[in-house]
């Protein structure tokens, strides 16, 4: 039974790797992988309740990731309906192509941590796509993005759906994580930021020069409680110790209730209600993460996780390595059954909340995925979006990016040993 599903998670997430080769969305292939795998375990043990048991258990976890993102997502577009991402379009001035990537990438280093590393990512490339004329300094630009949405996203509780995993699960806390690595992932963007900084020059005319697109009705109180909302997340955790999906839920509620009373009876603003908002969410993609972390949660229940890890451990020995080098597989390999993974490898009894190994996981896999356009989802949504290929952003952007992480992994180490703690 082992060996069959293990061979069975290889080749089915062979099938998410190559996803657009097949023209079989990734969400097909994640789905079908958990149901199989289960299927066998159930099929081959002596126990069908204890499976059962163990399946629910896994889901009720899952579910609370899955709940967490459908209601962050539903929030961001809600903003996006609005127009509230317009204001930041509006306030920036200048010509000067360098001193824009540096705005440009510290205003998504920042975003990402509140709204999400994807999301982040496709509002400032489209930003970008209304600014620059030249297809070249868009691609650098876009490329730029996803580092700095990655390394964003890798120091919030909210800014990455791995970070978020760990958080959830107990493994990270959110005042901890934020102060641990903020410095690291501010390094994994200043470092490349200042090594492509030296090969770039010039001014810019505005691609656009129309009318920016201007705030629809009651857009900047939207703006303004959908960013609060979402801060609120981890204050209510941390006062009610309730899990987060019920915060991020309570932020919904309330942005729903003041959207209804806003537009209620004005046919005009039909686009603006949630209803609207909730046709727009990425439904396959959250399906994907159901998909891929129950068939992770199989390993983890018929020991292969556990097993994986006494390998590790047996053949590299130091963890510091062992996570430095699963971050650099999350350039290859998705992180979020990457994460879920480890979350299965390693017990919170031996390794409490906010161990090192907990922290550096978040960082690693958060961003070590920007060595590869394909290593992160962030990197996959602007690729299509700009249409990188695969061989320019090895090229041209993947050293920068190894740089950027590697000097993260070597700030967090060398406060994690100043520190002593």
């Known amino acids: ?57 896994h889901l009720g976890s899952i579910a609370e990731i899955i709940f967490f993102l459908l209601g962050a997502m539903t929030i961001v577009e809600l ?22 990537l540096w705005i440009i990438c510290f205003i998504t280093f920042f975003l990402s941590a509140i709204l999400d590393n994807l999301t982040t990512a496709i509002v400032m490339v489209t930003l970008v796509q209304k600014m620059l004329h030249h297809r070249n300094d868009r691609l650098l630009f876009s490329s730029m993005i996803v580092i700095a949405a990655n390394a964003g996203g890798a120091w919030s509780p909210i800014g990455d759906v791995t970070t978020t995993m760990l958080w959830i699960g107990n493994q990270i806390s959110t005042l901890n994580i934020i102060k641990e690595l903020f410095l690291p992932s501010l390094l994994c963007l200043i470092v490349p930021l200042l090594y492509q900084s030296r090969l770039i020059s ?19 109180l939207i703006l303004i409680l959908g960013v609060l909302g979402l801060l609120f997340v981890p204050i209510f955790k941390t006062i009610t110790h309730l899990p987060p999906y019920m915060g991020m839920l309570g932020s919904v509620g309330v942005l729903w209730t003041v959207t209804e009373l806003m537009h209620h009876g004005k046919e005009d603003r039909t686009h603006l209600r949630i209803y609207h908002a909730l046709t727009r969410i990425d439904v396959p993609s959250t399906l994907f993460f159901l998909g891929i972390l129950l068939a992770v949660s199989c390993l983890e229940s018929i020991g292969q996780l556990n097993a994986l890890a006494t390998w590790l451990d047996t053949t590299v020995g130091n963890k510091e390595i062992i996570v430095t080098l699963l971050g650099a597989l999350s350039a290859i390999v998705d992180n979020v059954p990457l ?13 409490p909340t906010d161990h090192k190994i907990w922290e550096m996981l978040a960082y690693a896999v958060g961003t070590g995925g920007s060595m590869l356009i394909i290593g992160s989802a962030a990197g996959v949504v602007v690729m299509g979006m700009e249409n990188i290929s695969f061989g320019w952003y090895m090229r041209k952007i993947a050293f920068t990016a190894m740089l950027g992480y590697l000097a993260g992994i070597a700030t967090y180490l060398a406060i994690f040993a100043l520190l002593g703690h």
């Open 79 to 100: 903003i996006a309906t609005h127009n509230g991402f317009s204001i930041i379009t509006q306030s920036i001035t200048t010509t000067s192509k360098r001193k824009l």
């Open 202 to 220: 010039g001014t810019f005319e505005r691609a656009n020069q129309d009318k920016p697109n201007e705030l629809e009705a009651g857009g900047q």
């Open 339 to 351: 994460t879920a993974a480890v979350q299965g490898m390693y017990s919170l009894d031996i390794y």
């Open 1 to 57: 039974m082992l060996i069959i599903i293990s061979i069975v998670f290889v080749l089915g997430y062979l099938a998410i790797a190559l996803e657009h080769p097949l023209k079989v969305n990734k969400g097909a292939s994640a789905l079908l992988l958990a149901v199989v795998c289960w299927t066998i375990y159930a099929l081959s043990s002596p126990d069908n309740h204890a499976v059962v048991e163990q399946l629910q258990h």
